[in-house]
């Protein structure tokens, strides 16, 4: 037997080589037939993830809570919510994959906790708790009586749909929640709770975890005067977003977390902030390693190309928006900072039918994106599934939704007399639920996910759609998932290379080079189901390698030198590389 793989944690930035593969725990694997995914059902399926390559998994919350939000509401942060096991699965889970030479990043939710979270149950016990101040408690506005439409202290809309504001008729007065009602929204203003949070923190780490995605960590500094957002034409609610998102004290408080939670260690961490509305200038400075704030954020901006106004309103996808927003990103973070970079993850609908053809080009289409997208400049994420293409689901109705945003959008659209048609087609194409139906294992009736009654259900197409099948087949989106993860790991251009967008303006494909030291990447792929010609300058390319195609038999075999015309088959990607003699 090898020896065990070394995690050398020492260097700065080791995730600048890393995949990272995202784990949603109640749809990976279910251990104990309750329907829902737990940690020894993930232990249990460690082999894939091995064999992917993959270096880091963050897990999604595995703590305890009432499950408002799916884990994203927590009720004790340093404890195992017993659907998914105990704290000694946890370390199993951690010592195991440890073992196999891959982290563990947690996912820290800290810009709210559970109403059920002993800090707010205290809080909301009485206007004179000591930790009446943890949270934000606000009184009616002016003249109104708490509790009466219209009192609200702002007017500002929840990411759940309704008032951001929820009454309390024991205290009197309203508390915030920029999501569910049921997550409340701490107060980082006040200190005992940012050390409360930091010593969380510490425990973990010195548990061994590897780091944190922190979730809409931008939130946590808020324009203390909460001013009324600007009421859009014809709508109920004011948008806050602008009150919230990246506040006067953010950074003072990142840096703050990094001084008090990771500087010191004896092993460097990765850290993820999840950021919406953060534009590439602000990444620039929570990720420029001089100021020590996080390693890398989550934008939202590619991920919104098709949204209007909301998610929920449909909007045609344009390449050229997406290289553009992509291109930008790749630019702004090029001398300073770095990218993570995703397509899906459990709040998006799955990639193959949202940019590519989940039909007839389902595999053609999936590889080519995660071509794509791995051959950019920062740290590539996979989102469980993705790396066997697995597509959204046909959705008839809305007894099929569990996830409480796609809910509640759907009762206060109808409510206010949006046509129920539509609203449910918006659901079809963008509810979270599409990323959240159980991973596909294998062909059996609950796509060897759980032996019992899936708590969402399994999409139809795991009959033909499955990680067996995927591994039995070599052109399968796996191999080529795999292939991915190995050549960030191999070639060196892929990690460290730089980054220039070509053909911003082409309709159908997309085009870039990277280049590191004397090697060059050309990376080309059609996105879409019509034969194309890139107009590239390919002078100089005649004699490159096809490091990587996504046509058949392209994954493993990098063929020798061919001279290509620009000419590219309906969805296909393909990678040239060519090394050049120093001058
Ligand atoms: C972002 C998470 O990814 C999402 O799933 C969650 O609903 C919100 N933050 C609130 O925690």
């Known amino acids: 037997m090898s020896a065990e793989p070394a995690l050398d944690s020492s260097a700065e930035d080791w995730w600048r080589t890393a995949v990272v593969y995202q ?4 749809s990976f694997a279910d251990s104990d ?7 020894r059902g993930l232990i249990g399926r460690l082999d894939h993830l091995e064999r992917l390559g993959v270096d880091v998994v963050w897990l999604s919350p595995i703590y305890p809570s009432p499950q408002d939000d799916a884990g994203y509401d927590i009720s004790d942060y340093q404890d195992v919510d017993p659907t998914f096991g105990t704290l000694a699965d946890l370390d199993d889970l951690l010592a195991q994959l440890h073992a196999r030479g891959m982290r563990l ?12 979270h002993p800090w707010f149950v205290e809080s909301r016990s009485s206007p004179d708790s000591p930790k ?4 934000w408690w606000r009184p009616a506005r002016e003249g109104m009586q708490g509790g009466t439409p219209g009192a609200e202290p702002t007017n500002w809309e929840s990411f759940f749909s309704g008032s951001a504001w929820e009454y309390d008729d024991a205290g009197g007065e309203y508390y915030l929640h920029l999501f569910s009602r049921k997550q409340p929204d701490l107060n980082w203003e006040n200190p005992e709770v940012r050390e409360a949070v930091y010593a969380m923190m510490r ?29 859009h034409h014809g709508g109920q609610f004011g948008d806050g977003f602008g009150h919230v998102m990246c506040g006067p004290r953010i950074h003072e408080f990142i840096a703050e977390m990094h001084r008090e939670v990771f500087e010191g260690r004896d092993r460097k961490v ?12 602000e990444a620039r400075l929570f990720t420029d390693p001089a100021r020590r704030e996080v390693d890398m954020v989550f934008t939202f901006e590619h991920v919104g190309v098709d949204h209007a106004r909301s998610k929920w309103d449909l909007v045609p996808f344009r390449l050229t928006t997406l290289k553009a927003v992509l291109g930008r990103w790749q630019a702004g973070l090029a001398e300073t900072g770095w990218n993570s970079l995703y397509w899906n993850n459990h709040d998006q609908p799955r990639v193959v039918s949202r940019f590519g053809d989940d039909g007839a080009w389902r595999v053609r289409s999936a590889k080519l994106l995660g071509t794509v997208l791995h051959l950019h400049r920062g740290t590539p994420y996979i989102y469980q599934g993705e790396e066997l293409g697995m597509t959204n ?7 099929e939704f569990r996830d409480i945003e796609s809910l509640n959008h759907h009762r206060h659209a109808v409510e206010r007399g949006d046509d129920p048609a539509q609203v449910l087609a918006a659901l079809r194409s963008r509810s979270r639920d599409n990323a959240r139906t159980p991973v596909q294992w294998d062909g059996s009736p609950n796509a060897g996910f759980t032996t019992g009654e899936p708590w969402l259900a399994v999409n139809p197409n795991h009959t033909e759609v499955n990680a067996e099948a995927a591994e039995a087949d070599p052109d399968s989106v796996l191999h080529h998932y795999r292939r991915l993860v190995e050549l960030r790991h191999t070639e060196p251009v892929v990690a460290h290379g730089d980054f220039t967008m070509l053909l911003p303006d082409d309709e159908q494909v997309y085009a870039f080079t990277r280049a590191h030291e004397d090697v060059e990447l050309l990376v080309a792929a059609n996105l879409s189901g019509e034969v194309a010609k890139a107009d590239l300058d390919l002078d100089g390319w005649a004699d490159a390698e096809l490091l990587l195609s996504n046509l058949d038999g392209g994954a493993t075999a990098a063929s020798a030198a061919t001279a290509w015309d620009g000419a590219l088959q309906p969805w296909e990607a393909r990678v040239l590389r060519r090394q050049q003699a120093r001058l």
């Open 393 to 399: 689901f046909p959705f008839a109705g809305i007894e």
């Open 23 to 26: 784990v949603y725990p109640r």
């Open 33 to 39: 037939g309750d329907g829902v995914g737990d940690l």
């Open 270 to 281: 990765l850290t993820v902030g999840e950021m919406p509305g953060v534009t590439v200038e």
């Open 105 to 116: 990043m947690m996912d820290l939710v800290v810009n709210h906790t559970s109403d059920e």
């Open 203 to 231: 425990w973990w780490l010195d548990r061994g975890v590897d780091g944190f995605r922190m979730d809409v960590i931008n939130l946590i500094s808020k324009d203390i005067d909460l001013p009324d957002g600007v009421v």
């Open 132 to 135: 009446r101040d943890w949270y």
